[in-house]
């Protein structure tokens, strides 16, 4: 039940760097879990850094570069590069806790039936500026919808947050991965949830493992990240129509 973390990176390579460096003080001992980074098309070389990063502390890592395609893509070709029998997705921005490796680890060891998956809990960090705008975002559910979570809760599809989520990773590959038709980061994962759910994977919420999302975002960005998430939507539908 060893773990594969799967990380998506585009164009930030300072973020990355700060990203790597929380998995070299998890309390999980590095032969339980690999990491796999998948950089979608960056404009920097990305290995030395990801070498300096991980090597030192022998941490097992695969890298893989594809042209900018998205994160639905970058995701799936993670999965399928996977050594191990659970998928963790975490992201370039995503600052895990110490605790997180360990407690998706105990959460498949105690659960080792293939359709029960976990997902943590994700919020901002505190080493960014975080403005009224982004507390709102945040509170409404927008952002993230954990206001209304208890722990070992039953979720939805539409908490299935690409963030901080584990799952069995043949029980993924056999009833589908990331539709690569969505080239935004938006809906990506509430589709693949809403596939994987009704084919009868159970997503339970565990808030120890806790992630800090750092990354400052605005109303002018939020606006635009709402407009691919509109877009993205209508792919949905068409997915979906029911």
Same mark, same amino acid.
């Given at each position: 039940?060893?773990?594969?973390?799967?990380?998506?990176?585009?164009?930030?390579?300072?973020?990355?760097?700060?990203? @790597? +460096?929380?998995?070299?003080?998890?309390?999980?001992?590095?032969? /339980? /879990?690999?990491?796999?980074?998948? !950089?979608?098309?960056?404009?920097?070389?990305?290995?030395?850094?990801?070498?300096? *990063?991980?090597?030192?502390?022998?941490?097992?890592?695969?890298?893989?570069?594809?042209?900018?395609? &998205?994160?639905?893509?970058?995701?799936?070709? &993670? #999965?399928?590069? +996977?050594?191990?029998?659970?998928? @963790?997705?975490?992201? !370039? %921005?995503?600052?895990?806790?110490?605790?997180?490796?360990?407690?998706?680890?105990?959460?498949? #060891?105690?659960?080792?039936?293939?359709? @029960?998956?976990?997902?943590?809990?994700?919020?901002?960090?505190?080493?960014?500026?975080?403005?009224?705008?982004?507390?709102?975002?945040?509170?409404?559910?927008?952002?993230?919808?954990?206001? %209304?979570?208890?722990?070992?809760?039953?979720?939805?599809?539409?908490?299935?947050?690409? *963030?901080?989520?584990? @799952?069995?990773?043949?029980?993924?590959? !056999?009833?589908?991965?990331? %539709?690569?038709?969505?080239?935004?980061?938006?809906?990506? !994962?509430?589709?693949?949830?809403?596939?994987?759910?009704?084919?009868?994977?159970?997503?339970?919420?565990?808030?120890?493992?806790?992630?800090?999302?750092?990354?400052?975002?605005?109303?002018?960005?939020? #606006?635009?990240?709402?407009?691919? #998430?509109?877009?993205? +939507?209508?792919?949905?539908?068409?997915?979906?129509?029911?």
């Amino acid at each position: 039940m060893n773990l594969s973390v799967i990380i998506p990176t585009y164009n930030r390579p300072n973020s990355l760097k700060e990203c @790597l +460096a929380c998995f070299k003080k998890q309390t999980l001992a590095n032969e /339980f /879990f690999e990491i796999i980074i998948v !950089d979608d098309g960056s404009a920097a070389n990305l290995k030395p850094l990801i070498e300096q *990063s991980l090597g030192q502390v022998k941490i097992k890592f695969i890298f893989i570069k594809q042209p900018n395609r &998205g994160p639905a893509e970058a995701r799936n070709k &993670g #999965i399928l590069a +996977a050594t191990n029998e659970i998928v @963790l997705f975490s992201g !370039d %921005d995503i600052m895990v806790s110490n605790n997180y490796l360990e407690e998706h680890f105990n959460f498949h #060891i105690k659960n080792p039936a293939a359709n @029960l998956a976990m997902l943590g809990y994700t919020t901002w960090s505190k080493d960014i500026k975080v403005s009224a705008f982004m507390v709102w975002l945040e509170a409404s559910g927008i952002q993230f919808g954990y206001h %209304d979570l208890k722990s070992n809760q039953q979720v939805d599809y539409n908490y299935f947050y690409a *963030s901080n989520l584990s @799952l069995k990773k043949r029980f993924m590959i !056999d009833r589908g991965l990331f %539709d690569k038709s969505f080239p935004y980061a938006a809906f990506e !994962d509430s589709e693949l949830g809403y596939r994987l759910i009704k084919a009868g994977l159970r997503l339970i919420y565990k808030p120890a493992a806790r992630v800090y999302h750092k990354h400052e975002i605005n109303l002018k960005e939020s #606006i635009g990240r709402m407009k691919n #998430i509109g877009r993205s +939507a209508k792919i949905f539908a068409k997915l979906h129509p029911e």
